[in-house]
């Protein structure tokens, strides 16, 4: 059994930093791509930023400059620091990995969300 577990989320105020975290675990082979998701409510979950093996990172222009995704492959956890957050970043932030598991079958796993609120 494959799963990832976020932690980090939580309130703060505009201007502020937040660094989340996501672990997977399980019997993984190798995980190729991990990224962040984001939902606000009423809106479709858009992609937030998404970082490669190697380490080449994406992310969304409205987090360009603020927001960075770095990941550290022997712990298995990818990582967002996000900074000068404002009242729009709020959303439930969620994990995902597309990993190949030890008996070679290909997943994309989720995290379960973590809820970060950017208010005064």
């Known amino acids: 059994q494959v799963q990832l577990v976020e932690s980090g989320g939580g309130l703060v105020q505009p201007g502020g930093s937040l660094r989340l975290s996501c672990a997977a675990s399980?019997?993984?082979?190798?995980?190729?791509?991990m990224g962040w998701y984001r939902q606000a409510p009423g809106k479709p979950r858009e992609l937030v930023a998404g970082?490669?093996?190697?380490?080449?990172?994406n992310y969304a222009d409205s987090v360009k400059g603020r927001f960075t995704i770095s990941r550290d492959n022997a712990k298995k956890t990818v990582y967002l620091q996000m900074n000068s957050l404002k009242p729009e970043d709020t959303a439930v932030y969620y994990c995902?990995?597309?990993?190949?598991?030890?008996?070679?079958?290909?997943?994309?796993?989720w995290g379960q969300g973590t809820l970060v609120t950017v208010s005064s």
């Open positions: 970082v490669i093996p190697g380490g080449s990172t």
């Open positions: 399980g019997s993984i082979f190798i995980i190729n791509d």
């Open positions: 995902n990995a597309h990993l190949v598991t030890v008996n070679l079958v290909n997943l994309e796993v």
